[in-house]
């Protein structure tokens, strides 16, 4: 069998980063040790973490009520109003936030104080862009596609900045801005799409309309490895999406002869190892 192992699968820099620096914090400091939210969007590290003593904060009334402890802002980064609540006595804040994502953040409050109206292309429930019109002002509005603009119904003639969130669909972003009548409006678009989740689409596209069964391994709460799937569903119909091995169907694998493997950027290596491993020995 002919197995295929993205080479841009796995932790980004990003996530990277932010992994890492909070299990920095472990053995450092006597203090209690909390993440604002699930450091990553996998249930894997998380657990590791917590049997480590790392606890997760997961709402704003929680990170009201810690005091004396080391509180880390993690790669999908905050709004302003989270920072201003954690500039408090007793409180150590390691900041973790993706460099691309606090890009972003300043590219928005920048835009904003300009007096252009910020819309940012993204999942609104999803964590970074909270964080990311957490730093614009009551005009910001968030998309996900071209109707969502037109639904906005905004006057011509109206100063706008389009941004994005780091791992939205690039071909879509792309699409979406292809959609908006540049002569009614004058716009600023950033495409602020991290270079690392473009190049990891295009990878698994590109692999996926090579073979006959296609594996994406990721949290079932991470975005960019939904987007993933999303993907190489329309190249590979026969596309899987697990978060471990234990999630994978041998029945499934028994009848191909080439298998395509990719992840997101918070499955940890080991996982993406093991994967790849079993479906190479076993079938």
Known sequence: MKVIVAKSAGF????????????????????PIYTYGPIIHNEEVVNDLKEKGVEVLHSREELEAVRDCVVVIRSHGVGRDIYELLDRDGIEVVDATCPYVKKIHKIVEEQCADGRQVIIVGNEKHPEVQGIKGWGDERTKVIESAEDFEALGLPEGSRLCLVSQTTFNYNKFQYLVEKIPKKRY??????????????????????????????????????????????????????????????????????????????????????????????????
Do not use: W
């Open 186 to 283: 004058d716009i600023v678009v950033v495409n602020t799409i991290c270079n690392a989740t473009q190049e990891r689409q295009v990878e698994a596209m590109r692999i996926a309309s090579q073979v006959d069964l296609m594996l994406v391994i990721g949290g079932k709460n991470s975005s960019n490895t939904q987007k993933l799937y999303e993907i190489c569903r329309k190249e590979c119909k026969n596309t899987c999406y697990i978060q471990t091995l234990g999630d994978l169907n041998p029945e499934c694998i028994r009848s191909v002869r080439s298998v395509g493997i990719t992840a997101g950027a918070s499955t940890p290596n080991n996982i993406i190892e093991e994967v790849h491993t079993n479906v190479r020995v076993k079938f």
């Open 12 to 31: 980004c820099f990003g996530v990277r980063r932010a992994v890492d620096k909070v299990y920095e914090q472990i053995g450092k400091t006597g203090k």
